[in-house]
């Protein structure tokens, strides 16, 4: 099933902007000991297929920042099942911006996370339920 929930943002520009040390990496988002994947969702950002030059990375989930802007955001976070409030950073070409999204995942699943430029300076998000024969 996919779900698709659009945010809207305005596209700050500002000279060059990198994705970091922390792209490919896969970062835990949630408290205590660790867990099987079998109990978790995973969150994925990566390069945009639609617009070449496009990436997004996972700034932040329910307020709890991850990395920062000299070392980059990680683009894979594992979360536990349920509601999340999900901040992401979504980079076209030399403008990025942040866009907050509301999700609900489910345990054992994947899904990625993308955006594309709307009208004027102002980008939209979705997110998608990956299946078993998507590519991560």
């Given at each position: 099933?996919?779900?698709?929930?659009?945010?809207?943002?305005?596209?700050?520009?500002?000279?060059?902007?990198?994705?970091?040390?922390?792209?490919?990496?896969?970062?835990?988002?949630?408290?205590?000991?660790?867990?099987?994947?079998?109990?978790?969702?995973?969150?994925?950002?990566?390069?945009?297929?639609?617009?070449?030059?496009?990436?997004?990375?996972?700034?932040?989930?329910?307020?709890?920042?991850?990395?920062?802007?000299?070392?980059?955001?990680?683009?894979?976070?594992?979360?536990?099942?349920?509601?999340?409030?999900?901040?992401?950073?979504?980079?076209?070409?030399?403008?990025?911006?942040?866009?907050l999204l509301d999700?609900?995942?489910?345990?054992?699943?994947?899904?990625?996370?993308?955006?594309?430029?709307?009208?004027g300076n102002t980008?939209?998000?979705?997110?998608?339920?990956?299946?078993?024969?998507?590519?991560?």
């Amino acid at each position: 099933m996919n779900k698709w929930l659009l945010g809207l943002v305005l596209l700050l520009s500002y000279g060059c902007v990198g994705i970091g040390n922390l792209a490919g990496v896969q970062v835990k988002a949630y408290e205590g000991p660790d867990k099987p994947v079998s109990e978790l969702a995973l969150l994925l950002g990566g390069p945009l297929e639609v617009q070449g030059l496009g990436y997004v990375t996972l700034a932040e989930v329910d307020n709890k920042v991850y990395g920062n802007e000299l070392k980059g955001y990680p683009d894979q976070l594992l979360v536990t099942p349920g509601k999340h409030q999900v901040k992401i950073k979504c980079m076209l070409g030399m403008d990025y911006g942040f866009l907050l999204l509301d999700v609900e995942v489910k345990a054992n699943s994947r899904y990625r996370l993308s955006c594309q430029r709307a009208l004027g300076n102002t980008a939209t998000a979705q997110i998608k339920e990956l299946n078993a024969t998507d590519q991560s």
